[in-house]
Nanobody, 115 residues
């Protein structure tokens, strides 16, 4: 499975960005998907996750009410709508997909938030 993120960039605090992750290859057995982020000097953290059918979602406390995760299993895509961005949201955001005994990562997309 190959994962390619897009949509990162520079935004002012309070602004919005929409990240997208496109999956290709053997996508039929992908289950849970999620967005992680890693800021300089910090560990990679889970930001939001979504189950295979999209019925259950998870959000880190720091992004609840501001970020929304969604997926389209027909198009094999996953999005992260990020609103009310804060400087502390700045990081490299990674797409993650889980399969039986496997974990897949994208290359990451940079999100920069200016204050």
């Amino acid at each position: 499975v190959q994962l390619v993120e897009s949509g990162g960039g520079l935004v002012q605090a309070g602004g919005s960005l929409r990240l997208s992750c496109a999956a290709s290859g053997s996508t039929f057995d992908i289950t849970t998907m999620g967005w992680y982020r890693q800021a300089p000097g910090k560990q990679r953290e889970l930001v939001a996750g979504i189950t295979s059918g999209g019925g259950d979602t998870y959000y880190a406390d720091s992004v609840k009410g501001r970020f929304t995760i969604s997926r389209d299993n027909v198009k094999n895509t996953m999005d992260l709508q990020m609103n009310s961005l804060k400087p502390e949201d700045a990081a490299v955001y990674y797409c993650n997909a889980q399969g039986p005994g496997r974990t897949h990562w994208g290359q990451g997309t940079q999100v920069t938030v200016s204050s």
